[in-house]
């Protein structure tokens, strides 16, 4: 299979390496010429492309399979827009107009599409409600994502992703060193986000439909913190309530929403797929992060 990842960061060389170590041909696209670096030190073929710019799109070959991975780099819903919408349809017509189109495109969101929950469990089958100006656009590129490619002559997927965490993404000092805000953390490894969707492809699945990409267990956000910190062997960290953190006059409208915004995020359908997880709940996740953290500790004593 012939893969191109557009917008192959974080995730997409994850995934790029994963598809090369399983023989399978990978081109990925990033604009920077440290991207471009990136992609070619691990051994995958690399196009220098703006990939909501139809021309330059044009400088990526011909593949089976489009994972659109891009990221708007947390700019605001304009920029968002013209990433997740625009780049998406753009994307879709450059290579769905070519004599040999791609068999099948993977999308990759994010559960916030969801909004809020107060703390219930939400599917692939639950509406989405998009509370900011960001995560409506995510939603409007979901659909774009499954509505658009038939009109090419090949299907979409949804890959709907949880909280990302991984090397470099850890962010132990933020829950260690607190104060901890109540809620919930709905998260997934860098490495199964990208495993997911290797999976899909791999193994011909989710035509035309969502997926969520989320681990085992949806973790309490004071619970999970306890637990960091005693498997560190510091202090627990301070804790404050939502009613707490809301009191502070500085937060924006959205950030207000996003603290407001609770909801656990179910795998069944993913799991009932047949994938397994490599970091099926943060215990494993963590691991290799806490061990480094003590040893940092270590070495600095």
């Excluded at 440290?34 to 995958?44: A, C, F, N």
């Excluded at 492309?49 to 330059?56: E, G, K, N, S, V």
């Excluded at 929403?257 to 970091?279: Q, V």
Aim: aromatic share 8%; hydrophobic share 35%; proline share 4%.
């Amino acid at each position: 299979m012939r893969v191109a990842i557009l917008g192959c960061g974080y995730v997409g060389c994850e995934l790029g390496r994963q598809l090369r170590e399983r023989g399978h041909d990978v081109i990925g696209v990033r604009r920077s010429e440290s991207g471009i670096e990136t992609i070619e030190s691990l051994g995958l073929e690399a196009v220098r492309a703006d990939i909501t710019d139809a021309d330059d799109l044009e400088s990526v070959p011909s593949v089976d399979a489009v994972v659109f991975a891009a990221s708007s780099g947390g700019r605001d819903a304009s920029a968002a827009r013209s990433v997740y919408v625009d780049g998406l349809e753009t994307a879709i017509e450059s290579f769905g107009s070519r004599a040999d189109p791609p068999d099948r495109l993977v999308y990759t969101s994010s559960t916030g599409v969801h909004g809020d929950h107060d703390g219930d469990w939400v599917d692939e089958e639950t509406p989405i409600d998009p509370t900011t100006e960001k995560t409506a656009v995510l939603a409007e590129a979901e659909r774009v994502a499954l509505e658009t490619p038939p009109e090419y002559g090949f299907e979409g997927t949804v890959a709907r992703y949880a909280g990302l965490y991984g090397p470099d993404r850890y962010r132990l000092e933020r829950y260690l060193e607190g104060p901890v805000t109540a809620g919930y953390l709905n998260m997934v490894h860098r490495d199964d986000a990208a495993g997911a969707v290797g999976y899909l492809l791999e193994e011909d699945l989710a035509r035309g439909e969502v997926v969520q990409v989320v681990d085992d267990e949806p973790a309490d956000k004071w619970e999970f913190a306890d637990w960091l910190a005693n498997e560190a062997g510091v202090d627990e960290p301070a804790k404050r309530t939502k009613a707490e953190r809301l009191e502070d006059g500085d937060l924006s409208a959205a950030a207000r929403r996003r603290i407001r915004t609770s909801k656990r995020c179910s795998n069944e359908k993913l799991r009932g797929l047949g994938y397994e997880f490599a970091y099926p709940t943060f215990r494993t996740g963590y691991r290799d992060a806490i061990e480094e953290y003590i040893a940092g500790t270590s070495s600095n004593g």
